[in-house]
């Protein structure tokens, strides 16, 4: 039964900024919407603020940088991404992270199995039975079939996509109502990965949570999500349904990340085009529009005015000559 209701905002945020001491901006202006029970890819090439604004919703960026904004869980009140113990409040009951490195997540001298079940007892989120009724459905669901064998392990006879595969299983022990994943499934084959998000996928309908999907991979992005972000030099760059974005792509570096993704079912083989250049570092931003040095269709104004994202009721989009209306 789903304990969420359909969309109900799980997760508000506004005005997302990071910047260093100095005053550099990592991510700029992020405005996000998720509803109860959806997936929302957030989407962009490596250093495009994707993990960065991940961990700043949770107040988990590092403490050389600061985050200003504000962010809400559940439809409660807003919170300021200044406030980092208001939002210490919500992590691990109401919402969760899990990074990329699965490692980081375990006591490398505790057996995974009290692992998996020590925080929601202690915490007094379900009884010590009905934890480990949960840890064993989740550990089955994603492909580690022998679970007394891998409760009795330490964390480093895992093997890489063992280790991806528990994390993802302590990070959903708590059911919490918003979820943040950053590259779940990068050491999992092909089936094991398809396996393991539509855990996550059944998860979110059937617990009402909001799942953020961090990942440079469009063509999980655009099996298992309901909406994308597209981010690039930590702004939104387009924003909206999946099959609006994937049918009819706004902003050009969504038509560049479209056409050089593969699929999950396309052949091994298949030639890509690629994105000529680098993305910009933060601090070395260029005038006008961050995207124009590698943009197929630049024209003067953008090398001359950065462009604002303009908010539709469904779609947005920042970019001067956008191929789609979103008012």
Request: some cysteine; charged content about 20%; proline content about 7%.
């Amino acid at each position: 039964m789903t304990t969420g209701t359909p969309h109900t905002e799980a997760l508000g945020v506004q005005d997302l900024t990071v910047l260093t001491n100095a005053g550099t901006r990592i991510v700029t202006e992020v405005n996000l919407s998720v509803r109860a029970g959806e997936l929302l890819g957030l989407l962009g090439e490596t250093g495009a603020g994707k993990t960065m604004t991940a961990r700043a919703i949770l107040g988990l960026q590092p403490r050389a940088l600061h985050a200003t904004g504000r962010v809400r869980f559940g439809g409660g009140e807003w919170l300021s991404l200044a406030q980092r113990g208001e939002l210490a409040r919500h992590r691990g009951r109401t919402a969760g992270l899990m990074l990329q490195n699965p490692m980081g997540a375990f006591d490398p001298i505790k057996r995974i199995g009290p692992q998996l079940i020590e925080a929601v007892v202690h915490n007094g989120i379900m009884t010590r039975e009905r934890a480990i009724t949960r840890a064993r459905s989740l550990c089955h669901h994603l492909g580690l079939e022998e679970t007394d064998s891998v409760f009795r392990l330490y964390p480093h006879q895992l093997s890489g996509g063992m280790s991806q595969r528990v994390a993802l299983a302590l990070t959903l022990m708590p059911a919490p109502k918003v979820l943040l994943v950053d590259e779940p499934t990068s050491a999992l084959d092909a089936n094991l990965r398809v396996e393991a998000l539509n855990l996550v996928r059944s998860v979110a309908r059937e617990d009402g949570t909001a799942i953020v999907l961090i990942s440079h991979d469009l063509g999980l992005v655009s099996r298992f999500c309901d909406s994308i972000a597209v981010l690039y030099a930590g702004r939104l760059a387009e924003y909206g349904p999946t099959a609006d974005i994937l049918g009819a792509p706004a902003h050009p570096y969504t038509s560049t990340l479209i056409s050089c993704s593969l699929g999950l079912d396309s052949p091994r083989r298949t030639a890509l085009p690629t994105v000529g250049g680098e993305p910009p570092l933060p601090g070395q931003l260029p005038n006008g529009c961050c995207f124009h040095p590698r943009c197929p269709e630049v024209r003067e104004r953008c090398a001359l005015e950065q462009p604002e994202f303009i908010a539709g009721p469904e779609r947005g989009v920042a970019c001067h000559f956008a191929t789609q209306e979103v008012h």
